[in-house]
C-alpha cells in the first residue's frame, strides 16, 4: 500500500521560514494536498493541487512537489501557526494521508 | 459558505453499529460536482479516510479495503444531509469521526464537520 512519511516535528524561529516535508514513492506524479490542524479542532486545508491556496489562506503558504517529495513552506512564520500538518495523496483509488508533523514556532 | 454539522452517539459496545449524520448548509447532497466524505482520526491509526457518497446523475460510493465489509454510506436528499454506518465495531474504531466536503471530487477537502468522538467500550 501506498505511504507518505513526514518528519514527526520541525521547529522555526519567528519569521524565518518553515518547511515541511512529505515523501512517497513518485509523489510529484501525483497531486499532494495539505491540512493545518490545532489542539481539539478539526484539520484546515491550507495547500491543494501541490500548490494552490484556498480561499482566506495567507499568501505565506505555500507548496510545491517534485520527485518523491511535496514541501509545504511557511515563509515568516508566526505563533499562531503552531499546529499538526498532513500531507495527503490519493494513489491508486485510495486516499492516504501522512503521519503529521508538529511545527513549533519558538 | 458550506457548513457541515454532524451528529450521533458517541459510546458504544462492541458489536454495535456506529451511526452519524452530517447536515450540509450551503451546498447540496446531489451536487454534480462535489464528494460527501467521513474520515475517522486516532492516535493509532492517524487520518484515516473511510469513503465517500457522491451524485452524477445517479448514487456511487467508495469506501476504504479496511473497513469495506462493513461500511455504508448513505445520501439523505430530503434533509440534504449523509450519513456514516459502520457494523461490528471493535475498540480499534475508537476515534474522532469527522465528515467532509471534496468540492470537485478531486480527492481535497476544503470544508470539515466539527468531528465527533466515538468510543468503543464495554
Known amino acids: 500500500s501506498y505511504e507518505l512519511t513526514q518528519p514527526p516535528s520541525v521547529s522555526v524561529s519567528p519569521g524565518q521560514t518553515a518547511s515541511i516535508t512529505c515523501s512517497g514513492d513518485?509523489?510529484?506524479?501525483?497531486?499532494a494536498c495539505w491540512y493545518q490542524q490545532k489542539p481539539g479542532q478539526s484539520p484546515v486545508l491550507v495547500i491543494y493541487?501541490?500548490?494552490k491556496r484556498p480561499s482566506g489562506i495567507p499568501e505565506r503558504f505555500s507548496g510545491s512537489n517534485s520527485g518523491n517529495t511535496a514541501t509545504l513552506s511557511i515563509s515568516g512564520a508566526q505563533a499562531m501557526d503552531e499546529a499538526d500538518y498532513y500531507c495527503q495523496a490519493w494513489d491508486s483509488s485510495t486516499v492516504v494521508f501522512g503521519g503529521g508533523t508538529t511545527l513549533t514556532v519558538l | 459558505q458550506v457548513h457541515l454539522q454532524q451528529s450521533g452517539p458517541g459510546l458504544l459496545k462492541p458489536s454495535q453499529t456506529l451511526s452519524l449524520t452530517c447536515a450540509i448548509s450551503?451546498?447540496?447532497?446531489?451536487?454534480?460536482?462535489?464528494?460527501w466524505n467521513w474520515i475517522r482520526q486516532s492516535p493509532s491509526r492517524g487520518l484515516e479516510w473511510l469513503g465517500r457518497?457522491?451524485?452524477?446523475?445517479?448514487?456511487?460510493?467508495d469506501y476504504a479495503v479496511s473497513v469495506k465489509s462493513r461500511i455504508s454510506i448513505n445520501p439523505d436528499t430530503s434533509k440534504n444531509q449523509f450519513s456514516l454506518q459502520l457494523k461490528s465495531v471493535t475498540p480499534e474504531d475508537t476515534g474522532v469521526y469527522y465528515c467532509?466536503?471534496?468540492?470537485?471530487?478531486?480527492?481535497?477537502?476544503?470544508?470539515w464537520g466539527q468531528g465527533t468522538l466515538v468510543t468503543v467500550s464495554s
Open positions: 457518497t457522491y451524485y452524477r446523475s445517479k448514487w456511487y460510493n
Open positions: 513518485k509523489l510529484g506524479d501525483k497531486y
Open positions: 450551503g451546498d447540496s447532497v446531489s451536487s454534480n460536482r462535489a464528494a
Open positions: 493541487q501541490d500548490k
Open positions: 467532509a466536503r471534496d468540492p470537485y471530487s478531486m480527492i481535497w477537502y476544503e470544508d
